[in-house]
Nanobody
Framework: QVQLVESGGGLVQAGHSLTLSCAAS????????MAWFRQAPGKELEFAAA????????GYADSVKGRFTISRDNAKKTLYLQMNSLKPEDTAVYYC?????????????????????WGQGTQVTVSS
């Protein structure tokens, strides 16, 4: 198993930046593909960004592409999400997820159902 704890959320004005962190413990972090999902009030959980276990491959939702950057530090067992040019529509609870991936170091799932472990979430609120 792996335990995940997100941090770094908060209240920011539109156009500003935030960096989220997700600290992992338990099974070797480097065997998991990782992702950020988000859930806005009254809406379903949606994919934001994902990264392969090696960090070589990354993917983004169209809504965040060019503004958000996902990265990981396997030595520190930490996942990051750098969020720039934030918009009010980015307001959501952000969750990190871990998917055990032994087949390929360059693969990452984009469906929430493929992630076995989740953090408790961190609130991001962007004011206009």
């Amino acid at each position: 198993q792996v335990q995940l704890v997100e941090s770094g959320g908060g209240l920011v004005q539109a156009g500003h930046s935030l960096t989220l962190s997700c600290a992992a413990s338990g099974q070797p972090f480097s065997t998991y593909a990782m992702a950020w999902f988000r859930q806005a009030p009254g809406k379903e959980l949606e994919f934001a960004a994902a990264i392969s276990r090696s960090g070589v491959s990354k993917g983004y939702a169209d809504s965040v592409k060019g503004r958000f950057t996902i990265s990981r530090d396997n030595a520190k067992k930490t996942l990051y999400l750098q969020m720039n040019s934030l918009k009010p529509e980015d307001t959501a609870v952000y969750y990190c997820g871990a998917s055990r991936e032994l087949r390929s170091s360059s693969y990452y799932p984009t469906l929430a159902g493929n992630y076995e472990y989740w953090g408790q979430g961190t609130q991001v609120t962007v004011s206009s």
